[in-house]
């Protein structure tokens, strides 16, 4: 039977070729063509998985010559760890998004959904970078679109501000209306407008109010509290994230942090995946 490495592999190289536009190039060309797209990607999603720097990953896939075939190279085609780290840089945002949708694939989904947000950790930069950035927080705001029912990150949206929940929760849902049956969601996503939205496209919103009025008591009083409290599968996950890949992102710009947790959600819904 094939190792829990070997099936996170193929699905992988599978879906990173599907995350490509047009049909998969070859593994390697020769001249000016270099590494495929879909090479780079499934070594990054191999680098998360294993959890280890550029360098000392392609170490070790130099001892693993049946993983290495599976990327369509021998261990003596393996790209220097300098090419894999500047090749992400250069591999646009969508292919990353992508590479998460068709994760959630490999898991039949549930009828309940859950929204909520957490920060994650920037890399230590100097005081230079991070004004010359514009960074205004330590931490990257990070919203996570989860099903209840087998733990599978649909969506992850990062911002470099702090938007209030509901705006930030309304963009997410209203894009992937399409994955939702019944959404839940703590008193930070508190907004009538965003229930009305979910109500009109046929979602069931279970979003506590914040009780200001005698109404607003009188409607928390209705919600179905074995759903409401669903939500807290989204910390769960957060939780896992965190102990799995750490607290603390590795690249330095935001768009190579935003390509970072993208790829690490992936990442866990594969593993999730090969695991059952």
Not at 1 to 6: E, N, W
């Amino acid at each position: 039977m094939p190792s829990q490495l070997a099936r996170f592999t193929d699905r992988c190289v599978d879906l990173s070729q599907n995350a490509v536009i047009g049909e998969p190039a070859s593994a390697i060309e020769k001249g000016d063509g270099g590494y495929a797209d879909w090479v780079i990607v499934s070594i990054h999603c191999l680098r998360e998985y294993l959890n280890q720097p550029y360098r000392r990953l392609l170490d070790i896939l130099y001892e693993m010559p049946g993983i290495v075939a599976k990327l369509g190279l021998t261990v003596d085609q393996l790209p220097d760890f300098t090419t894999v780290c500047t090749r992400k840089q250069d591999l646009k945002m969508r292919i990353w998004r992508v590479l998460l949708r068709l994760s959630v694939s490999l898991h039949e989904l549930g009828d309940v959904q859950a929204i909520d947000a957490t920060g994650f950790k920037r890399h230590q930069a100097s005081r230079h970078y991070v004004l010359r950035v514009g960074y205004n927080f330590d931490d990257i705001k990070t919203t996570a679109l989860v099903d209840c029912d087998t733990s599978v990150i649909l969506v992850i949206h990062c911002s470099m501000k702090q938007p209030h929940d509901t705006h930030v929760g309304r963009q997410v849902l209203t894009r992937n209306l399409a994955q939702l049956t019944t959404i839940t969601a703590d008193k930070s996503y508190d907004w009538d407008a965003l229930r009305h939205e979910l109500r009109d496209a046929g979602i069931r919103p279970v979003i506590k109010h914040r009780e200001f009025y005698g109404l607003d008591k009188a409607h928390n009083a209705r919600h179905d509290e074995n759903v409401y409290h669903r939500r807290s599968i989204v910390e769960a996950i957060f939780f896992a994230l965190k102990h799995r890949f750490g607290e603390t992102l590795r690249a330095r710009t935001w768009f190579g942090q935003f390509r970072e947790l993208v790829l690490k959600a992936a990442v866990r819904n594969i593993e999730q995946a090969v695991r059952l």
